[in-house]
């Protein structure tokens, strides 16, 4: 995966999302989603503000021989404590609280299109710094990509519409799912399923658990 594969998913996953949450109605922003306790619209303030990369974390001083991968990203022990959670849903709703509604799309079109031009200006081996992470800017783009297009099915659920992630990202995401679950999906899974499934967005069947074996508890691979 190069940084511009990764770019290009990024893009196309994020003008999709930007183009469902145009067509969203202030009714539809006030849902409740099934990322608790947020509404549709404090979900779609955490995407904008999860797309945002400062410039300040990329830097040519960092060192390749800590270099870490998408998959390490979402590794990470805090992500799973509680003060993680309670910090980020906190964060966003206060956050949310100064954004219109109406506002909404253009929030996240012009945070996605600023991180766009910020990545698309380096060098594909420049390394970022996030998380207490070094990252290559195609492993971070990736982990981006993974919020938005996860994210994407949150607002699919809450809209009571299909998943509209788009055959790009889902290309992109499939090998950090993969690394993420240390084994091979089930054949018979597409990309999409690997993507519900690996991120607590569609629960595991008995026989998907039994085509899985051991590995089936390792899911959600990230949440």
Do not use: K
């Amino acid at each position: 995966m190069t940084s511009r594969l990764a770019l290009e998913a990024f893009d196309a996953e994020c003008s999709a999302l930007v183009a469902v949450v145009r067509a969203v109605s202030p009714i539809e922003l006030s849902r409740r989603t099934n990322c608790p306790p947020w509404t549709l619209h404090e979900l779609v303030v955490h995407i904008a503000d999860s797309v945002e990369t400062p410039e300040a974390e990329i830097g040519a001083a960092l060192s390749a021989a800590h270099c870490h991968s998408a998959a390490d990203y979402y590794r990470r022990s805090e992500r799973a404590t509680d003060d993680y959670r309670t910090g980020n849903v906190e964060h966003v709703r206060q956050l949310a609280a100064a954004v219109r509604p109406d506002d909404d799309a253009d929030l996240l079109a012009a945070t996605w299109q600023e991180t766009s031009a910020t990545m698309a200006g380096h060098e594909p081996d420049q390394l970022l710094r996030t998380a207490g992470l070094t990252l290559a800017l195609d492993d971070y783009l990736l982990t981006r990509v993974m919020s938005v297009a996860a994210h994407g099915i949150d607002v699919a659920i809450t809209l009571e519409r299909p998943s509209f992630t788009t055959p790009s990202a889902l290309r992109a995401l499939r090998p950090v799912l993969l690394d993420l679950l240390g084994g091979e999906a089930p054949m018979r899974w597409t990309d999409q399923d690997l993507l519900a499934f690996g991120t607590g967005r569609r629960p595991l069947s008995t026989a998907d658990q039994a085509a899985l074996g051991p590995l089936s508890s390792r899911f959600p691979l990230l949440s």
